[in-house]
Each structure stands twice: as C-alpha cells, then as structure tokens.
T-cell receptor, first 115, second 115 residues
Framework: DTGVSQNPRHKITKRGQNVTFRCDPI?????LYWYRQTLGQGPEFLTY????????KSRLLSDRFSAERPKGSFSTLEIQRTEQGDSAMYLC?????????????FGPGTRLTVL | AQSVTQLDSHVSVSEGTPVLLRCNYS??????LFWYVQHPNKGLQLLLK??????LVKGINGFEAEFKKSETSFHLTKPSAHMSDAAEYFC?????????????FGKGTKLSVKP
C-alpha cells in the first residue's frame, strides 16, 4: 500500500499523560499536513511541513503540541499533558506541492480518547 | 478570509434519485475548491477539484460540481444515487492567503441513501 499511513489508529489515554502519533506520507511528497477533526465537524488545520521545515502553525496548536518531520520523511505529533478537550481524530495528509490546486492525500487518522 | 459554508448538515435521498449537496464559498481571490468524501472508518478521498480551467468539473463515481462565480457556489451533484454513496461530504477551499496550501473545510453534509 503506497498511501498515507498513520499509527496508532486508536489511542486511549488518561488526562495528563503524553501521547505521540506517527504519520508516514507518500514517499515522493514534499508537504505534510496535520489536521484535527472533532465529532460533527470538518477537519481543522494544525500545522504543515515542507520537507523538514515546519512552515506554519495554527492557533489551535497550543504549547502542549509539538510536531516534527526529521529528514523530511515521516512526521510525529506529540501532545503533552493531555486534556479531555484533546479528544479528536488526528489526520495526516501529504501532497507534492506545485501550487494550490494540488490534491492532499489523507491517512485514515488516529482517534484519540482522553479519559 | 476564505471560508466555505455547507448549507445542509444532512441530506437524505432514495436510491436512483438525484443528489444535490450545496456549498457556498467566500474568497477574495480566485478560489481553489474541492469536494472530499469520508466513508465511515476510512480516510478522506478527493471527489473532484476546481482549477479554473472549466466551470463544470467532473469527478469520480459520477459526481460533478459547477463553479458559479456570480452565486459564489460550488454545488455537488449526481444524477442517480447509489447505496454506496452514503457518506460525509466536505466542501473545501484551499487557503491562498496564509500558508497557500492548507485546506479549509466546511462542516460537512451527511448523505443518507434509502433503498
């Protein structure tokens, strides 16, 4: 399968714990995006990378969130001291950026439940 | 600021009847518009995209959308619904002001198809 993959698919944690998610994009894609989707809502942009550089962070991305993309390949999203409000589906997408019409390819998501 | 508004949160049709999912957009620039579909427990999939080459855009699975600048609309249609079309549909605009790449999603329209 050459699509975008995300691990784990589900994560249940207790409030205050740290969690880390991984995204493996399509190999030749230079851009990688993270989105968050809560129940009944559309995905909301969190941050994106062009190669290894993190170029933009949404205001939704509090100081407890950090994302990395070492070597411009896979990416990790870490949430420290989780809160119940962090419960959501975290989506990763990748694209080969040549302009705003480029399609983003989405992974299946990681569903986080904070108890 | 760019945004999209999906006018219906839920649409129900009978199998074999036409589908109309409505979307209005707001953009100061010539927009990049997309429709994505999300089936339960599956990743978001691109249905079609508007690239300014043609106002009537054909997508996968028999869907099409028409870009109407005068009405700031990008409605999604299909002549005959199939049971497998039941899913959540998102109208999306590409952010051309900020990161020039991240996607701004509508809240989604859930399509139900009755036998």
């Amino acid at each position: 399968d050459t699509g975008v993959s995300q691990n784990p698919r589900h994560k249940i944690t207790k409030r205050g714990q740290n969690v880390t998610f991984r995204c493996d994009p399509i190999s030749e894609h230079n851009r990688l995006y993270w989105y968050r989707q809560t129940l009944g809502q559309g995905p909301e942009f969190l941050t994106y990378f062009q190669n290894e550089a993190q170029l933009e962070k949404s205001r939704l991305l509090s100081d407890r969130f950090s994302a990395e993309r070492p070597k411009g390949s896979f990416s990790t999203l870490e949430i420290q001291r989780t809160e119940q409000g962090d419960s959501a589906m975290y989506l990763c997408a990748s694209s080969l950026w040549t302009g705003p019409y480029n399609e983003q390819f989405f992974g299946p998501g990681t569903r986080l439940t904070v108890l | 600021a760019q945004s999209v508004t999906q006018l219906d949160s839920h649409v129900s049709v009978s199998e074999g009847t036409p589908v109309l999912l409505r979307c209005n957009y707001s953009s100061s620039y010539s927009p990049s518009l997309f429709w994505y579909v999300q089936h339960p427990n599956k990743g978001l999939q691109l249905l079609l995209k508007y690239t300014s080459a043609a106002t009537l855009v054909k997508g996968i699975n028999g869907f099409e959308a028409e870009f109407k600048k005068s009405e700031t609309s990008f409605h999604l249609t299909k002549p005959s619904a199939h049971m497998s079309d039941a899913a959540e549909y998102f109208c999306v605009v590409s952010d051309l002001v900020g990161s020039q790449g991240n996607l701004i999603f509508g809240k989604g329209t859930k399509l139900s198809v009755k036998p």
